[in-house]
């Protein structure tokens, strides 16, 4: 249930990122898709009652005495989480969360445009993943949002690492390195995995979903395939824009 090896994000630098509180703790991390919406892993709520969660945005310094100035807190309305989620397999872990009011944008809080298709192959390239979980296996979690550049492997190299093909299915991605040292961590479930389009926007191509420890070798992060549930989270939104719509063509002046 996976930064470890990354750096400081600048504030803000993510503004569609959040963290997910259940009990006055940090829990998970989620991303922001619309002005009410939310983008998890199932594994983060599977079992539990909205009334227990919080989600902060525009955070950065989970520490900072000046922090609730400026971040928003709202309490959760609903959970969706994938019909199809195995708690065993983690195969579609993915949830949608609504929250109980609306937030409104600014530079601090945007949205995450997601991919315009499901069919796009990201092997080979760099993606970067953010949050404030631990930054080693026995280490705690971190109070300041962090990132690190991980690449996306192919799925024969995922399928040799050293989970085995059993363990991967259609729905899931890896990305990190063979050696170690860089991975998403405990705590970081739930969060967005980013990468740069065509376009210049940046488009959240995954959710952290699990990991056999953090950072080891031959042992990359396994990732949530956003792409494949393109229609499954449009139809969960009622309707509610998203940036951009899913299977559109990109908008233009």
């Not at 470890?4 to 922001?32: M, Q, S």
């Not at 993606?127 to 550049?149: C, F, P």
């Not at 299915?169 to 967005?192: H, I, L, Q, T, V």
Request: proline residues 5%; glycine residues 12%.
């Amino acid at each position: 249930m996976r930064v470890v090896g990354g750096n400081i994000t600048k504030v803000h630098e993510f503004p569609w990122i959040a963290g997910l509180g259940k009990g006055g703790e940090f829990y998970c991390g989620a991303t922001l898709i619309t002005r009410r919406h939310l983008l998890t892993a199932a594994h983060c709520v599977n079992g539990f009652a909205a009334r227990e969660f919080t989600v902060v945005l525009a955070d950065h310094d989970r520490d900072s005495e000046d922090r609730f100035s400026t971040v928003i807190v709202r309490g959760l309305k609903d959970i969706k989480e994938h019909e199809a989620f195995d708690a065993v397999s983690f195969n579609n872990d993915i949830a949608i969360l609504e929250l109980d009011e609306p937030v409104e944008f600014d530079a601090n809080v945007q949205t995450a445009c997601l991919p315009r298709t499901g069919n796009e192959n990201y092997a080979g390239k760099t993606a970067v993943v953010a949050g404030w979980g631990k930054l080693g296996e026995k280490e705690k979690t971190s109070r300041i949002l962090r990132k690190v550049a991980v690449p996306v492997w192919s799925k024969e190299d995922c399928y040799n690492s050293g989970y085995g093909q059993n363990k991967i299915s259609e729905n899931m991605f890896c990305a990190g390195y063979p050696e170690g040292k860089r991975d998403a961590c405990m705590g970081d479930s739930g969060g967005p995995l980013h990468m740069t389009n065509s376009n210049g926007d940046m488009e959240i191509i995954g959710v952290v979903s699990w990991g056999r420890g953090c950072a080891r070798p031959n042992l990359p992060g396994i990732y949530t395939k956003i792409g494949n549930y393109l229609d499954w989270v449009e139809e969960s939104l009622g309707g509610e824009c998203l940036c951009p719509p899913p299977r559109h063509v990109p908008r233009r002046a």
